[in-house]
Structures are given as C-alpha cells and as structure tokens.
T-cell receptor, first 114, second 115 residues
Framework: SQQGEEDPQALSIQEGENATMNCSYK?????LQWYRQNSGRGLVHLIL?????REKHSGRLRVTLDTSKKSSSLLITASRAADTASYFC??????????????FGRGTSLIVHP | EAQVTQNPRYLITVTGKKLTVTCSQN?????MSWYRQDPGLGLRQIYY???????DKGDVPEGYKVSRKEKRNFPLILESPSPNQTSLYFC??????????????FGDGTRLSIL
C-alpha cells in the first residue's frame, strides 16, 4: 500500500522556471526522501529530510517538510531541460509482521521545455 | 563502484515458461527489495528481504517467488509467467531498515514482456 502521494501527477514548464511538487503522507514518519527517475531507468536518491527538520537544500533543490500537515514539497529552481524526469517521494510503513519498510508514491512527471 | 545489477535488462518470453531475474549488489546491504512499475500505478513492492534467509511479501506478491541465500543476491522467480506480469521490474537495496528508512540504491530495471 502506498503511503505517500505526489501532486500534481504531471507538470510542464519552461526552462528557467521553478518547479514545485508536493507529497502527502498518512502516518507518522522518521524521514521522507525524494527520488528522481529518468525515463525507463532506475530511481536515484536525491535528498532525505528528517522528521525534526523543516527545510533542506541541495544545489537547486529545496525540500520542505510539515509534519503537522503530513506533507512535503520539492522545489527545483531555475529548471533545465535535463531536469525532465519523474519525481517520487518515499516514506516508510509498518508491516503486519512488525517490519518498517520503504514505500513510494505514484510520482510527478516533470517536463521542462527548452 | 557501488551498484545494483539486474539481469537481463530486457526479456520477451511466452506464457508458462519459468524465468529468473537476477539481482546482485556489491555494497553489503542487508535490505533488498523487488518492485514492479506500471503506467499510472507507480512502484509497487513485490517482495522484500531484511537479511539472508529473511523474506516477506510486499503488496503484489502473487505469481512471484524470491530467495535470499546470500547477502548480495536476491533473484526474482516467475514460475509460470502470465501476460499480466508484463512490466518494468526494479531491484533495490539499502544498508538496513529498522526505524531508519535509509536511501535505496536501484538497479537499471528489467523490462519483461510475457506473450
């Protein structure tokens, strides 16, 4: 079962604009992660934000986390055509067997037009 | 180089012919997992393994088997493939889970077509 859900499902922007994607989740988390997937390739980890952090930066990426609203956002500033990809948020969930395992949302498909 | 290696990358086969997709990681990771990705459905977990000889079902385990005899390998077995198992498959690993939910490393994917 999916814990996180990204919004919007698809986003189309021009090069140089900022892109914002949101993720909502259902239960309490230890951390939240964002991944990127180029078409047909494996996911690549971008950034991890812990539950006691509110904001984190990595290059042109800015991630925020609001645990009271159970939501996170990923901002890509000054986007480039090479940023075209799908972006997934990942949290974790407890299984009935007592394991804590990663879970992914359905992703946001970002297209950046040159 | 740290990596997760899946083989084959592409496979077209027929209904009922047993196949195995191999997955190997060279990072001494404890946690390994298999996902399938279908349009509009995102990543769905098939099976996962917390460590050697410890495996468990994910969200969509029907029609699949796994084994974890060695830490580095986690093969996915389709005993009798059917067309609804046509999909893009990913293997992933991370150092461990517990309550830390660490970042996963993904393979490049295996595109399976079952005719």
């Amino acid at each position: 079962s999916q814990q996180g859900e990204e919004d919007p499902q698809a986003l189309s922007i021009q090069e140089g604009e900022n892109a914002t994607m949101n993720c909502s989740y259902k239960t309490s988390i230890n951390n939240l992660q964002w991944y990127r997937q180029n078409s047909g390739r494996g996911l690549v980890h971008l950034i991890l934000i812990r539950s006691n952090e509110r904001e984190k930066h990595s290059g042109r990426l800015r991630v925020t986390l609001d645990t009271s609203k159970k939501s996170s956002s990923l901002l890509i500033t000054a986007s480039r055509a090479a940023d075209t990809a799908s972006y997934f948020c990942a949290t974790a969930r407890w299984t009935s067997g007592g394991s804590y395992i990663p879970t992914f949302g359905r992703g946001t498909s970002l297209i950046v037009h040159p | 180089e740290a990596q997760v290696t899946q083989n084959p990358r592409y496979l077209i086969t027929v209904t009922g012919k047993k196949l195995t997709v191999t997955c190997s990681q060279n990072m001494n990771h404890e946690y390994m997992s298999w996902y399938r990705q279908d349009p509009g459905l995102g990543l769905r977990q098939i099976y996962y393994s917390m460590n050697v000889e410890v495996t468990d079902k994910g969200d969509v385990p029907e029609g699949y088997k796994v084994s974890r005899k060695e830490k580095r390998n986690f093969p996915l077995i389709l005993e009798s493939p059917s067309p609804n198992q046509t999909s893009l498959y990913f293997c992933a690993s991370s150092p461990r889970t517990g309550y830390s939910n660490q970042p996963q490393h993904f393979g490049d994917g295996t595109r399976l077509s079952i005719l």
